[in-house]
């Protein structure tokens, strides 16, 4: 029986010990996890209105021909950039401002069998590019271009592009108005907690969103509108506080 008594009070004294470890491996897990959480993860953002100081318009001129009148073809060409180069300067545009791609020539194919006899056709192509930080006179120009229609030149215009060129002072001078508004937000949550927001743990810049004034539309990857002169320029930063 005293050898029995001996050995429960052994084994009793092993599982103590175990438990105290047990205690304090839970302790210690515990504190981790509560030191890990001991911080508060927000979103700031800031936005600045800007005009755009640079405009890109794209637009082109074409033919068709038969491959037996090609040459006559070229030659309609020439006289067509001639007379887009002549509209251009008219309108003010610079030679600088303006660039027309060499002749590019495009086989069209025919699927009407009853057509099998005729001659290859091609499509003659340029590009006309103009590029101006001067946004009203490209602005207007595009407007105007039934003048070269009028004159026989087949001539397709597409929408001006509008760029702003300081973006990369614009997302400095707004990271700071950026990391302000993530504390304000982080000391308002932290009133709830009853807790006080302490030193900057990190901070992550986000995407740049340049959209229409007053607009929704953002994305993940970033945004990019370019469609109007006006524009919002937002940027947005993450940011992490301790917690006291």
Do not use: C
């Amino acid at each position: 029986m005293e050898h029995s008594d001996k050995s429960l009070i052994k084994i009793a004294y092993i599982l103590g010990i175990f438990f105290i470890i047990g205690l304090g491996i839970i302790s210690y897990t515990w504190f981790q996890v509560k030191a890990s959480d001991n911080a508060l993860s927000v979103t700031g953002s800031a936005k600045q209105s800007v005009t755009s100081d640079l405009v890109k318009w794209n637009s082109n001129f074409s033919r068709k021909v038969y491959v037996t009148d090609l040459k006559n073809g070229y030659a309609q060409m020439k006289k067509d950039e001639d007379e887009v180069i002549k509209f251009l300067k008219d309108n003010g545009v610079l030679d600088t401002e303006m660039s027309i791609s060499p002749i590019s020539m495009q086989k069209e194919y025919v699927y009407d069998v009853k057509n099998g006899s005729e001659p290859d056709q091609y499509t003659l192509v340029q590009t006309v590019s103009v590029q101006s930080n001067n946004i009203d006179k490209i602005t207007n120009i595009s407007k105007e271009t039934q003048v070269l229609i009028n004159q026989g030149v087949i001539f397709s215009s597409f929408a001006p592009e509008y760029y702003y060129s300081k973006l990369p002072e614009v997302r400095i001078a707004l990271l700071p108005e950026a990391m302000k508004d993530a504390q304000n937000r982080a000391t308002s949550i932290s009133k709830t907690t009853g807790q006080k927001v302490g030193s900057l743990k990190s901070a992550t810049m986000g995407v740049v969103q340049v959209t229409q004034p007053n607009s929704v539309d953002i994305s993940d990857y970033g945004n990019y509108d370019v469609s109007t002169i006006e524009k919002e320029v937002m940027i947005t930063v993450r940011a992490s506080f301790s917690l006291k």
